[in-house]
């Protein structure tokens, strides 16, 4: 059965694979973060906010605004359509292709934006790159459908 994206359910079977991923994490070494995934939709964004602890998401949950966030947050800003891309080429890969990465994608005048409340929130996107990249090519064991 499809998971919808986005959805609370979606971040969290992200999550379940982080989990049983661990030892690569452990590689990486240990994330600290609160991620905000902000997909942006009509009428308005739909937030969910991931919370990273050592070497597990501790916490998914829908906001209903971004002042509903932690204040230790950086925003990760997309259309549905770039996430769907981001996503779909994951899955029919197994991992992204060098186009589909979130580096790439969060280049100046790309189609994702990194903010956060300052700039030392915004640093951490940067800092636990490659853990936050592997906790969304976990979605290439996820099947998802997508919100209209």
Not at 97 to 121: A, C, I, K, W
Request: glycine share 4%.
């Amino acid at each position: 059965m499809d998971t919808i994206f986005p959805s609370t359910e979606w971040f969290e079977a992200l999550a379940r694979r982080m989990q049983k991923d661990e030892r690569a994490y452990r590689g990486l070494g240990s994330i600290d973060c609160t991620m905000v995934v902000q997909v942006d939709t009509r009428p308005g964004p739909r937030l969910y906010e991931v919370r990273f602890e050592g070497f597990r998401a501790r916490s998914v949950r829908r906001l209903d605004c971004i002042e509903d966030a932690a204040p230790d947050h950086f925003v990760l800003a997309a259309s549905l359509e770039t996430w769907r891309d981001m996503i779909d080429n994951i899955r029919a890969h197994g991992e992204p292709d060098l186009e589909h990465t979130l580096n790439y994608l969060t280049f100046p005048d790309y189609p994702m934006r990194v903010s956060g409340p300052d700039q030392l929130e915004i640093d951490t996107f940067y800092r636990y790159n490659q853990s936050l990249q592997r906790f969304f090519t976990g979605a290439a064991a996820v099947p998802t459908a997508y919100a209209a």
